[in-house]
């Protein structure tokens, strides 16, 4: 963010807290897993690496490549990109197990329509941290619905750039309460500075 001519600023909205959970694999052929929070979860609770892995995009992919998953696929997008790989190469016998968040961004079983069985597993929550933003500030990036819920909530603004992952995550801050909204192309990172730009010049 340097190079583009921003001072990064850490003031995160949300706290991911492990939610109490017994995992078990009874049935299960496959995971899926819909953030790298769910691979981090997962992985501190279960010692399962065999079983083949679905997720929603490379970030994700990655973290659970990195926790020794052998067989993992990335649906490269969103929520409904990942529905659309589970139903072309998930397997047909069995169950697919989702380990999240206590309240999921999006629901993947009405996504799949019953053509691939699935059971949630909420493993972690996400806590408001009540956070209030910088005194001044230009721009923030914004990655789930639910941070931009919590975002809104600290308004009114005054003309800031809100830069949020998709569509989707945008539709969390409602009408902005001031905020200049911004969409990324794509559910990635790339994307998403590339929505923000560069700053404006200050008069």
Known sequence: MIALGFEPVVAPLLEVRPFPAVVALDGVTALAFTSRNGVDAF??????RALPVFTVGDATAAAARAQGFGSVRSADGALADLA???IAEAP???????????EPAGDLSALLARRIRVRPLPIYEAVETGAAPPGEFDAVLIHSARAARALGALGPFSGEVAVALSAAVAGGLGDGAGLEIRSAAAPDESALLEALGKPAHRV
Do not use: I, K, T
């Open 84 to 86: 659309d790989l589970l």
């Open 92 to 102: 047909r016998q069995g169950l697919v197990l989702v380990p999240g968040a206590l």
């Open 43 to 48: 992985s501190g609770l279960s010692s399962e």
